[in-house]
């Protein structure tokens, strides 16, 4: 190959990893963090879908969340790739403890200095 059959694909081979590093990647990753947040669903977290419904999770099988909404408690049954996003986690006892321990070590911490 001839240097200027090189110089000609430089360029197209240039565009093609600038394409891939401003596009495909960050695409890729915002698919996978939305796979993990629907796999990572928990019975009481408040979510909304894509459909702009709020809800909070009471049943979470494998492919069908039954959310309930509205004040009258209105139970509806959606699949995952509908949830949108996630108001608010609904954290477990265990976790809770936690952060209150966390939070009560760092105060006695700053209460003495």
Do not use: C, H
């Not at 240039?14 to 993990?36: H, N």
């Not at 408690?73 to 108001?87: E, Q, Y």
């Not at 608010?88 to 760092?106: F, G, I, L, P």
């Amino acid at each position: 190959m001839n240097a200027q059959a090189l110089q000609g694909l430089i360029l197209p081979i240039g565009f093609l990893v600038v394409f891939y590093l401003f596009v495909i990647r960050p695409q890729k990753k915002k698919e996978q963090e939305i796979r993990e947040m629907r796999n990572n669903l928990r019975v009481g977290d408040d979510i909304i879908t894509i459909g702009g419904i709020y809800g909070k999770v009471i049943r979470a099988k494998e492919d069908i969340i039954t959310i309930e909404v509205g004040s009258s408690k209105t139970k509806l049954d959606v699949t995952k790739w509908a949830i949108g996003n996630v108001v608010k986690k609904n954290e477990s006892k265990n976790n809770k403890k936690e952060k209150e321990e966390t939070s009560v070590e760092e105060n006695d911490t700053k209460d003495n200095d």
